[in-house]
């Protein structure tokens, strides 16, 4: 048993999502923890071959089923964020983006034909998917967005732009969510129709291994099924977000974790005024505190998950869990900095890696205010919005 589960959480876990855990901390030890570093620095990952080891594993659209998914529980798809998120937050991006972004969108509000064309290649990892919904000027409040889709004969006609998308660049298909007469509606694109162009987003100071693009939408034609049939209104891209929320409240405690564990053991060895930094009171008191608030949040999310998979998940609930898990995941990173001294801003250990990438993890899929909000709506009833 980790040290770090004070609680022996672990052993609610059956004996399936222990053995998912294990393969997948042992597919982040091999094939991302050796590099991960170097994708940061240099700004690049090999997403595609990654996808496509990832896909070879069933980890891809893991908890869908059907279509060539793996049809797991909630909670061992949150354990694989976890695992994953170990490693990096960009890798986990990844697999969360086409998982429960780009391929839960289609699961759940595409016709049979567009299930059937496109799910089996990205559970796979041969296709990629992106999810288009922030635009250059509409972020926190999509409701206002201004990407159109018009129609024209049969045709659809999408022009627009969408900001921050992760993996836009690299992707076959988007999931693009367009203003039409009737409303907000869902749109598949293959990312090379003509008009479609996506750029790659650069200086990027958090979430360095993870490619993120903006995506120029110029008179896009697109046929009649191109459209998402199921997806009527903006609750269903939100319905998306609370999916890919969930695994985000298992994730970052796994960036946590990693800070952590690089944390104790390098207490335990460094030494000052003759003692190890894990001898000192106050580096005690440190280590106590971060290691109960991520026991509070493995706690969390072992609730969010047994509730998803009872099909009783509500969407304020995954609030709790994203603002929480990653607002203190991110405060474990900025503390076990300060234990590592000098060594803490090194490249050379992980921990200032996912506190920078957990900087783009409170920001996406739902800012910490709006989660403040959307907690705030529920127990007063009062919509602080707008
Ligand atoms: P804004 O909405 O402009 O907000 C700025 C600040 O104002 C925030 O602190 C916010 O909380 C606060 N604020 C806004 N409204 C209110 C309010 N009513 N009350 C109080 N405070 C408020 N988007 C996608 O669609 N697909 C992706 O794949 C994707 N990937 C991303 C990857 C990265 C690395 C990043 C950084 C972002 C990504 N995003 C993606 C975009 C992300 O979802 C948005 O950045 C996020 O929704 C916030 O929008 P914004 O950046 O425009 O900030």
Redesign the pocket.
């Known amino acids: 048993m980790s040290p770090l589960d004070l609680l022996d959480l672990d052993s609610s876990l059956s004996e399936e999502e222990r053995q998912i855990r294990a393969v997948v901390r042992q597919v982040v030890d091999d094939r991302v923890r050796p590099h991960v570093a170097g994708w940061y620095e240099a700004g690049q990952v090999p997403a595609r071959e990654l996808a496509r080891e990832f896909g070879k594993l069933g980890l891809l659209g893991m908890h869908l089923t059907g279509y060539g998914c793996a049809g797991s529980s909630a909670v061992a798809y949150g354990l694989a964020c976890l695992e994953l998120e170990a490693g990096d937050s960009g890798v986990r ?1 990844l697999v969360s ?1 086409q998982g429960s ?1 780009a391929m839960y969108a289609i699961w759940r509000y595409g016709s049979e034909a567009q299930k059937q064309h496109w799910l089996p290649a990205m559970a796979a990892g041969e296709a990629i998917g ?5 635009e250059p000027d ?4 999509p409701a206002s967005m201004t990407t159109r889709a018009r129609r024209d004969g049969d045709d659809w006609v999408l022009t627009g732009s ?1 900001m ?4 836009a660049p690299i992707a076959e298909v988007g999931v693009i969510w367009a203003r039409t007469d009737e409303g907000v509606r869902g749109f598949v694109v293959p990312m090379d129709a003509p008009g479609v162009t996506a750029r790659e987003i650069g200086r ?1 100071m ?2 360095r291994a ?1 490619v ?1 693009g903006e995506i120029a939408l110029d008179d896009v034609r697109l046929p009649a099924d191109a459209q998402l049939p199921g997806a009527i209104g903006l609750k269903a891209p939100l319905s998306c977000l609370t999916e890919a929320r969930h695994g985000i409240v298992w994730g970052a405690l796994g960036a946590a974790r990693d800070c952590l564990e690089t944390t104790l053991a390098y207490a335990t060895t460094r030494t000052q005024f003759g003692r190890p930094l894990a001898a000192f009171q106050l580096t005690q008191a440190k280590l106590a505190d971060l290691a109960v608030e991520w026991n509070k949040g493995y706690l969390l999310a072992l609730q969010l998950g047994r509730l998803a998979d009872a099909g009783r998940l509500r969407p304020e609930q995954v609030s709790v869990g994203k603002l929480n898990n990653v607002r203190e995941a991110l405060a474990i990173a900025r503390q076990c900095r300060t234990i590592l001294g000098a060594n803490g801003v090194s490249g050379d250990y992980p921990v200032m890696r996912h506190a920078n990438n957990l900087e ?1 993890v409170l ?8 989660h403040q ?1 959307v907690i705030g709506q529920k127990l007063t009833g009062i919509s ?2 707008s």
């Open positions: 991006s983006v972004l992106c999810f288009g919904l922030t509409h972020g926190s409040d969408k921050w998308i992760t993996n990027k958090s979430l993870s993120t783009s920001t996406y899929e739902g800012t910490s205010e709006i909000l602080a919005f």
